[in-house]
Nanobody
Framework: VQLQASGGGLAQAGGSLRLSCAAS????????LGWFRQAPGKVREFVAA????????YYADSVKGRFAISRENAENTVYLQMNSLKFEDTAVYYC????????????????????WGQGTQVTVSS
């Protein structure tokens, strides 16, 4: 699967942005999907993930209650709605896909995802 992220840009603190990630290839619904971000000088960190059927979502504590991940399998697209943005949300955001299944919090580890989009820059002004 190939992933293409879009929707980044400049927002004021307290504002909102919606990221999209379009996938090409077959069997989009067979992938668990995630969003990660990487700020300058920092490691890439987990932001959110969503299961194949959208029945379960997971969030990093830093974005819980502010961000929402969703997917539309019919459109081969995953979204990240970001509200109440903070300066510290500034980063390059990446969408990712994995065929892995299983219990536990493995979905927070970037090495578990085999497929990555190119990243989209989000800049929040304070």
């Amino acid at each position: 699967v190939q992933l293409q992220a879009s929707g980044g840009g400049l927002a004021q603190a307290g504002g909102s942005l919606r990221l999209s990630c379009a996938a090409s290839g077959r069997s989009f619904s067979s992938y668990m999907l995630g969003w990660f971000r990487q700020a300058p000088g920092k490691v890439r960190e987990f932001v959110a993930a969503i299961t194949r059927s959208s029945n379960i979502t997971y969030y990093a504590d830093s974005v819980k209650g502010r961000f929402a991940i969703s997917r539309e399998n019919a459109e081969n697209t995953v979204y990240l709605q970001m509200n109440s943005l903070k300066f510290e949300d500034t980063a390059v955001y990446y969408c990712a896909a994995t065929t892995r299944r299983g219990i536990g919090a493995w979905y927070t580890r970037r090495q578990e995802y085999a497929y990555w989009g190119q990243g989209t820059q989000v800049t929040v002004s304070s």
